[in-house]
């Protein structure tokens, strides 16, 4: 699957102390060469020294080996690598322990919660390492170390002299895996059949226990996204930036992709993204995404599950408790302009639905259900979206014919599924189980739930008109019909009607407070969703506030750019950008919202009912 990423107005600046900036190594030349300078310092102090480089997938590992090798060579230095790689089980073991989370589903697994990656490391040959560890004064090495996911073990740490962790992003790990360059646990070189359900099911929960296990106890943190431009700090600058970036709203890196439905409106309000022709998903906010730290003397990314080490700032400690590790809300935005008039089966989303907390828990073992909202950003000709059913449906009919065509062969959708007219500013609760999708001609704020700490999508497709996708490649829409979800479909489906959409699901906005040049709006809800949809509009400084508890995500949704500015300390703030969103964290309190030129903005934004 395609995946760009849009890093315009992304950067998050954290002023630092002159002497922490100082500090800060930037450079694979230079962070290298610190490295074996400092195993070389310890080496003459104490003899024999092991040291640990743990670190996430997607690294570069075997640049990381060969240039290390010839970093210590030119200090003299007798290094030994141990590479993770060699420590695990064999590929057919890893497997087999994997099974119970890659399921039979064709596209969905079951999360390893309590899985470590012990349970994958072979025993023999971590203790024939144990024993060579407690003999290494009889060698003449200087230093060993063991390096590779995994390299901190639990059975090696009191060996260890120093420890580094190098960190990895999703989106280039995912490119990885989708051109078969990924080297995952147990390989020396890239698995060409290595399955994304063993990432997101189990690997992702493996590395994700270890890496917190690993920074409890590092020495020195390393940027390694990008193996050509390394940067390295010790462990207390490093928390010093986590710390004070989780003081501020966040702003994250977009990622958009093409797709069925593919449109155009992006190119209007994107500077150019190369490569990419079309748009259909666009993340503004979520666990997925990279977030951009500018230090000064660099800018940093990393991975959004790294805030999550301060888990009550960011989210509050009800959700720190229910919820652990898990950032609860995300939001999307879905393409849906086209210059020139196209069929409904060209321009609208799948006709979907989702699970609930039960649902996910029960067949996936995830911690929270996918609720979901559309707020209509523009509306353009015919502008509409797909939402329950006719009141004279067949819905026997409906299933067996969706059945019968499994996305391959078409059928008269619109005497099943309710198409309504839309506007700028209408509001769609999606509750679990109603069958809906973005019905085209218009733009779609998308706020959610995300039920996923590793940032798994959950929609089950019913019915996407047998039409063709895109192939990213060939940059036509010349790829495969997409695969259903039918069993997931049907079993969750609650068989939702016109009437009750109208009814319950067709929101409108109530005035909580305002003035002449501010107004907050709260959209009426139904019980079942677990998040409050809030509107302001402004034109002067606007005031509110976390309490203290609500992780918050604003969405500029009118207006060029509007201002996040704290009211303890003004000299904290961010800017977004139209269309751009960010994450207010639960302890940021009171703030307000600027108008930097006094023109009317409005943004949309999400928090969790309970908090």
Not at 299 to 308: A, G, V
Not at 478 to 502: D, G
């Amino acid at each position: 699957m395609p995946l760009y990423e849009y890093r315009k107005n992304a950067n998050n600046s954290v002023p630092l102390p002159p002497e922490a900036q100082k500090s800060i190594l930037v450079g694979t030349a230079a962070v290298l060469a610190e490295i074996a300078t400092l195993l070389k310092k310890l080496s003459q102090k104490k003899g024999c020294v092991t040291a640990a480089l743990d670190g996430w997938y997607g690294v570069n590992w075997a640049l990381l080996k060969e240039e290390l090798t010839l970093a210590a060579k030119a200090q003299g230095l007798s290094l030994h690598l141990v590479f993770t790689g060699e420590l695990f089980k064999t590929e057919a073991e890893i497997e087999i322990y994997r099974k119970p989370y890659v399921t039979d589903d064709p596209s969905f697994g079951r999360v390893n919660n309590n899985g470590i990656l012990e349970d994958i490391f072979d025993v023999q040959k971590i203790a024939d390492l144990k024993n060579r560890l407690q003999n290494r004064a009889e060698t003449d090495l200087n230093v060993i170390l063991v390096i590779g996911p995994g390299a901190d073990m639990e059975e090696l740490i009191s060996f260890f002299d120093v420890r580094f962790y190098a960190d990895f992003t999703m989106q280039p790990l995912l490119w990885q895996m989708w051109d078969s360059k990924l080297v995952p646990f147990g390989c020396e070189e890239p698995d060409r059949d290595y399955h994304w359900k063993k990432y997101y099911y189990c690997d992702f929960y493996l590395l994700l226990k270890q890496k917190k296990k690993a920074f409890s106890r590092m020495d020195y943190y390393l940027d390694a996204v990008d193996p050509t431009a390394l940067k390295m700090m010790s462990a207390s600058v490093y928390n010093l930036i986590i710390d004070e970036l989780v003081q501020r709203p966040i702003k994250q890196v977009k990622i958009t992709q093409p797709g069925p439905w593919g449109s155009y409106r992006f190119k209007e309000i994107y500077e150019e993204i190369p490569g990419l022709e079309n748009m259909a998903w666009n993340e503004l906010a979520g666990i997925e995404l990279s977030i951009l730290v500018d230090v000064g003397c660099a800018i940093l990314t990393m991975p959004c599950q790294n805030i999550m080490q301060r888990p009550v700032q960011m989210v509050g400690e009800y959700v720190h408790q229910k919820f652990p590790d898990l950032l609860p809300l995300q939001v999307w935005l879905d393409d849906g302009y086209f210059k020139d008039p196209v069929p409904y089966e060209r321009g609208s989303m799948p006709i979907h639905n989702h699970p609930d907390t039960d649902y996910v828990k029960r067949n996936f073992n995830e911690p929270l259900g996918r609720y979901e909202t559309y707020y209509i950003v523009e509306a353009y000709k015919d502008a509409g979206t797909m939402m329950g059913f006719k009141e004279s449906a067949d819905l026997e009919e409906y299933e067996r014919l969706c059945r019968d065509s499994k996305n391959l062969k078409t059928f008269d959708w619109q005497k099943f599924v309710c198409r309504w007219p839309t506007n700028v500013g209408d509001l769609f609760l999606i509750p679990p189980g109603t069958e809906h999708g973005h019905g085209g001609n218009q733009m779609i704020l998308e706020m959610d739930t995300g039920p996923s700490v590793a940032g798994t999508e959950y929609s089950f497709f019913t019915y996407d008109f047998a039409r063709n996708t895109w192939d990213d490649k060939a940059k036509s829409m010349t790829a495969p019909p997409m695969k259903m979800h039918i069993e997931h479909s049907f079993r969750n489906n609650k068989w939702r009607r016109e009437k009750y959409v109208q009814e319950h699901l067709r929101a409108r906005p109530v005035v909580v407070r305002g003035d002449g040049d501010t107004r907050m709006d709260r959209f009426t809800s139904v019980d079942e969703m677990p998040f409050e949809i809030e509107r302001f509009v402004f034109s002067k400084p606007m005031s509110h506030s976390t309490e203290g508890r609500f992780l918050q995500i604003p969405t500029l949704t009118v207006g060029k750019t509007a201002i996040i500015r704290s009211k303890k300390n003004p000299h904290i703030q961010t800017t977004i950008e139209f269309l751009q969103a960010c994450l207010i964290p639960a302890g940021f309190g009171d703030y307000e919202f600027i108008s930097p030129d006094g023109s009317q903005c409005t943004i949309v934004m999400i928090r969790l009912k309970q908090s």
